[in-house]
């Protein structure tokens, strides 16, 4: 018989939301006696690497420097964390190509050879995990994102330096 903990309740014995407001959830079904059966949680997490980061040269800029504003300054944690997706949004006037690297301990890098190329004022575009069939459109297909790391970052680099525009990355993240 699976384990079992009280159904967590309010002072007015109402049932509470099983939501923790950190994207933790889970699907529970009572068995009649009060109690639920204890099930895995699956968490669900973001950062962003880039926010808004106004690009004006032809420098590689890893989310984790502190050199332009809007970037991150650490390594992306992703312990605990399996499924990842990066997301990226540009504006800048010139394309970039957004490049992956993991690593073992937020120290030493490892590029991925996994990169995405927008043009200039491309807007939104999604990196993930290779699958077969057909590929949906903006979106990049980037072995190796499901594979457990526990540290990422993202560089960027443009082959023209841009004037005007942003860009932006975020990692949304899954335990599964």
Known sequence: MAATKPVPR????????????????????????????????????????????????????????????????????????????????TTLNQAVTVYVDVSRDGTNWVTTGNSGSQPANAGYQAMMESKTGAQPGNTIFCAGLDEYWPYLRVHAICGAAPTSGALSVWLEKAAV
């Open 10 to 89: 309010d002072a007015n014995g109402v049932v509470s939301p099983f939501a923790d407001g950190t994207g933790a959830a889970a699907a529970v079904t009572l068995d009649g006696s009060g109690n639920v059966p204890v099930v895995q949680i699956q968490r669900y997490a973001e950062d962003v690497l880039f926010n808004s980061v106004a690009i004006t040269d032809t420098s590689s800029h890893a989310s984790t420097d502190n050199n332009l504003a809007g970037l991150l300054g650490a390594p992306a944690d992703c312990r605990g964390f399996r499924g990842k997706t990066i997301i990226f949004n």
